[in-house]
């Protein structure tokens, strides 16, 4: 039996992990990935506290955390499609029209 | 009482909206008004219910839909806001090439997802009510599909948006591990009873707190902002700067009250708070300075204005913030209605030396947005002053003397760039000819409410401060 | 559980410092041919990644959204006979919220595969 203190540990360096991601990656899809990365951190967490809590209300919130992240996944490589129908890349270095 | 009736504002948009995407798909008509007319009347009928339900404390979902007064009145500044918006957008929408029936269903969206947020006390709910404002919010700001920077605003937003999305489940895993629930007032009791540091609940706090911050636009987390204003259509800009800032403070509302007494929690959260408030304030004026493009002028005004709002939160004022929240709307709404007015097909006037000589020009523009500037930038008689007034007036008595300070420091900074706008369209003469074609009588009517609603609560405040006051008391009282 | 932490704590260690060591003391002569992806040796026959026709992100798209909705119907199925007929109501009104959505791809021409 491994202690719930372990997933815990997991889990945060999931999402330190997802937090590095975004920042040091220069393309949106990755910058995306890490996002959806520390989000399923957090529903490693959830599960954790649930199984420790012995309740079940945690695990049913994993559900709404996923549909939300498979909601986001859709809308936000469609905007990502269309960034690179216009720009011809995705790199964050060429999407700099704004600034100030 | 639990009844069914408790879901008829919410199921008025929701299915306006869906009637909407049906209309728009099935009849596939050029001219798209009718789609705003339509939204209009659904907008009406969920106005209607709000008003209806007033003071009857209808729950339904087993107490996960609460509407209680306070819900219930900011429901109607949602709605109201979005009303404005339609209205602003229509011819908006023809002249910039946005033409397209799914802008009024998406916005219908967004405002389910905010009437979800503030009529709930549970903060799963109120995430999921926060993703659907999300979801709808990205792609409205990414419409404008010829011009390259709402492209651009869209996926800023989006992976900005979605990285505080991230932060703000992951808090709430660890609220949820500290507190075993994520209902608000089993939070707060937590909170309350726990009088010793704890770390895994205060972090998960911080989170939350980041993820909302970053919806807001506090200062550390306001990044996006600039840009997202800018490349948005406008109308939406004018949604954005005024809804989710609403629903933000709705949420912190509840889930501050009273600060869980003197803990040693509470305490930290408070002084964190309160740097991030001098930020915001000091940062957001200070950046607007050296802009010259109208959009983000106002996209820094609308972060500094977070900063006051902050102030009130701090200062457990609820019914000052409210009632800013009310001021803010009229004001910042009609500014952005101003700025729409002058544009012509395919051209919006957003440099500020396009704004020469306006004031002449155009001068039903040129004065109405110059009072919505003096508004802004708090001067009296207009409603701008006397919210300012009511929230640093209390933040005095609850002893942020050094917060108060800062706060009307920073708003003398924000009075240069306000004023610079107005000064440039009297005092300058026009070097260019500017042709405005937008002409519209719903825009009319738009910056004349702005107007009377600016006025209204600058000169007699009395009733709506009553109506609010009503509101603030449906809080529950630890 | 100790000795097991440090094993893994040393085999991690080690293989960290030796990548490393080998990055800083190693020679690096490069050429043309060895900067070319590598492909089981034989010569390789794209030199980039194709665009795929749109289309199949559309239904990409759309496949990941109606696929994860159905995740709320095993715990629906679960309590179902607990609840009632207000579950029932519930789930048609979340069903018809889909299927206005999917008409809504359909009638845009989403899976039209030859337009």
């Known amino acids: 039996m491994i202690p719930p203190t372990y997933y815990l540990v997991v889990s945060i360096i999931l999402f330190v992990l997802g937090i590095i991601g975004f920042f040091i990656k220069k393309d949106l899809i990755t910058q995306f990935l890490s996002v959806e990365v520390m989000l399923n951190a957090a529903n490693l967490a959830f599960i954790t506290f649930a199984h420790s809590a012995g309740s079940l209300d945690g695990q049913i919130i994993v559900f709404f955390v996923i549909t939300v992240a498979a909601a986001e996944a859709a809308i936000g490589l469609a905007i990502i499609l269309l960034v690179y129908r216009k720009h011809k890349s995705i790199k964050t270095e060429d999407i700099h029209l704004m600034k100030g | 009482m639990n009844t069914f009736a408790a879901l008829y504002p919410l199921l008025s948009i929701v299915v306006g909206a869906l009637v909407v995407l049906l209309l728009e798909v099935f009849l596939k008509r050029k001219n798209r008004d009718y789609l705003a007319f339509i939204s209009i009347l659904f907008l009406l009928n969920a106005g209607r219910e709000c008003i209806r339900v007033w003071n009857q404390g209808y729950t339904y979902f087993d107490g996960n839909l609460q509407l ?128 010793s540091l704890s770390l895994m609940a205060l972090a998960g706090l911080g989170f939350v707190i980041i993820g909302f911050g970053f919806k807001i636009a506090w200062v550390p987390f306001h990044m996006w902002t600039p840009d997202v204003y800018e490349g948005s259509p406008t109308p939406v800009t004018a949604f954005f700067s005024v809804g989710p800032k609403v629903v933000g403070f709705a949420v912190l509302i509840r889930l501050f009250q009273l600060y869980w007494s003197e803990s040693l929690n509470s305490q930290i959260v408070s002084s964190s708070l309160w740097v991030i408030a001098v930020l915001t304030m000091v940062a957001g004026n200070l950046l607007a300075l050296r802009q010259r493009n109208v959009k983000r002028i106002l996209a820094y005004s609308s972060i500094a204005h977070a900063g006051y709002l902050l102030v009130a939160l701090l200062a457990e004022d609820n019914s000052g913030l409210v009632f800013y929240l009310f001021v803010y709307l009229f004001m910042n709404i009609g500014a952005f209605t101003a700025v729409i007015a002058l544009s012509k097909k395919g051209t919006e006037y957003l440099d500020l030396e396009n704004y020469k000589g306006i004031g002449f020009r155009y001068p039903w523009i040129g004065a109405t947005l110059s009072v919505f500037l003096f508004s802004l930038a708090g001067f009296p008689p207009t409603g701008g002053f006397l919210a300012k007034f009511y929230i640093f007036a209390s933040a005095v008595h609850e002893g942020f003397i050094w917060l108060v300070i800062i706060g009307v420091l920073a708003s003398l900074i924000s009075v240069y760039y306000y004023l610079r706008i107005v000064v440039y369209m009297y005092m300058h003469t026009a070097t260019n000819d500017i042709e405005i074609d937008a002409y519209n009588p719903a825009l009319f009517l738009v910056l004349f409410l702005c107007l009377y609603g600016v006025l209204q609560m600058g000169i007699f405040p009395g009733n709506v401060l009553i109506i609010i006051k009503q509101a603030v008391a449906s809080l529950p009282i630890f | 559980m100790t000795e097991l932490f440090l094993v893994f704590l040393i085999n991690g260690l080690l293989g960290v410092v030796l990548v490393v060591v080998n990055k800083i003391t190693g020679p690096k002569r490069t050429n043309p041919i060895k900067e070319t992806p590598y492909e089981c040796g034989s010569p390789y026959l794209q030199d980039r990644i194709y665009p795929i026709p749109i289309k199949y992100y559309m239904v990409a798209f759309l496949f990941l959204v109606f696929d994860v909705e159905v995740v709320f119907f095993y715990p629906w199925a679960l309590i179902f006979k607990k609840i009632g007929s207000p579950a029932l109501i519930f789930m048609f009104a979340y069903i018809a919220i889909l299927g206005i959505g999917f008409v809504y791809a359909w009638k845009k021409g989403a899976f039209q595969w030859e337009k």
């Open chain 2, 68 to 195: 209680d007064n306070l819900a219930l009145l900011l429901c109607l500044i949602l709605t109201l806001a979005t009303l404005l918006v339609i209205l602003i957008s229509m011819k908006y929408l023809r002249l910039q090439n946005v033409n397209f029936g799914e802008y009024y269903a998406l916005l219908l969206f967004a405002l389910s997802g905010m009437i979800i947020m503030v009529s709930s006390t549970d903060l799963l709910i109120i995430f999921l009510g926060l993703e659907v404002l999300s979801m709808s919010s990205y792609a409205l700001a990414g419409l404008k599909i010829e011009d390259v920077r709402s492209t651009e605003a869209a996926v800023k937003y989006f992976l900005l948006g979605s990285f505080a999305s991230a932060f703000l489940v992951f808090g709430l895993a660890f609220l949820y591990g500290a507190a075993h629930s994520l209902d608000i007032p089993a939070i707060v009791n937590f909170f309350r009873a726990d009088t």
